[in-house]
């Protein structure tokens, strides 16, 4: 093992990422084996795990610690880290979510971390778009591409994120008419898609009206119980983009709804 002064510091979100999807994979894990793995102190580990503790993530064990998924119909996980999980999993779907645009199409981009993914595989195709989001974060994105139309959304930035909510971008999806919107989601229950907040449930809902077509990207761990807020039925989606890490029974209940499923392949992205 590596001594200390050897190890590449690791930001606190990526680590809390680290953790908690070693936890979800095996449902417990002791201090020094997640040490071991991180290549992090245990000291370290036991704060983060203390943080992540405090945050509704897991329980505490002793030496350890155990996977809780958060039950709480309005808990929001912490912007940072939210984009860190399941991340060679959205990166796989927004890879296939790029290929579904079409030069010269106008496409609705939300602020989740898996379109983001999207976003950034569709720059690489450099093909021109249209793009309206109500992300700062994928408005900057956008803007590095010299072939795109970028379009931000007003209303007020959400604390913590720079995801924006509220009018006036509310009433401004109400009067575009785009091609695709790519869009994630908090929860999947069974035909159910679900947000914690109201506000971001309200917006994704009129995304959805505002696009011909609409794309799920959502990974596997999302296929959970629901969030406080319905934003739509899936029947509102044309397609649902997933990872290879979804079960058999949410794979063939998806495809029991007659919308279009595409499995990305993790190992292979």
Not at 139 to 144: K, L, N, Q, R, S
Not at 185 to 205: F, H, N, P, Q
Not at 244 to 252: P, R, Y
Request: proline content about 4%; glycine content about 6%.
């Amino acid at each position: 093992m590596e001594s200390p002064s050897k190890r590449v510091e690791i930001m606190p979100a990526k680590r809390w990422a680290m953790i908690l999807d070693r936890l979800r994979r095996d449902g417990a894990a002791s201090i020094l084996e997640l040490a071991e793995e991180i290549g992090a102190s245990a000291s370290t580990i036991r704060r983060d795990l203390e943080h992540l503790t405090e945050g509704g993530y897991l329980e505490r064990t002793h030496g350890g610690a155990l996977f809780v998924p958060p039950l709480q119909a309005t808990f929001e996980r912490d912007a940072s880290l939210n984009a860190q999980l399941q991340n060679p999993q959205k990166r796989a779907i927004g890879a296939i979510a790029a290929l579904r645009l079409a030069p010269r199409e106008s496409v609705i981009f939300d602020s989740s971390s898996t379109v983001i993914e999207a976003v950034r595989a569709a720059a690489d195709r450099q093909i021109p778009l249209t793009t309206v989001t109500n992300s700062l974060e994928i408005a900057t994105v956008c803007a590095g591409c010299p072939s795109w139309r970028v379009i931000v959304l007003g209303g007020t930035v959400r604390q913590g994120s720079q995801m924006m909510v509220g009018e006036p971008g509310s009433d401004f999806l109400k009067t575009i008419h785009a091609d695709v919107c790519l869009i994630g989601t908090y929860a999947v229950t069974g035909r159910i898609l679900s947000d914690a907040s109201l506000e971001v449930a309200s917006l994704k809902r009129a995304m959805i009206e505002s696009a011909r077509r609409t794309i799920l990207l959502v990974d596997s761990s999302k296929f959970q119980a629901p969030a406080f807020c319905t934003f739509c039925d899936i029947s509102a989606i044309s397609e649902v983009i997933t990872d290879d890490g979804i079960s058999a029974e949410h794979l063939a209940m998806m495809r029991s709804f007659n919308v279009k499923v595409t499995v990305a392949n993790v190992g292979t992205s």
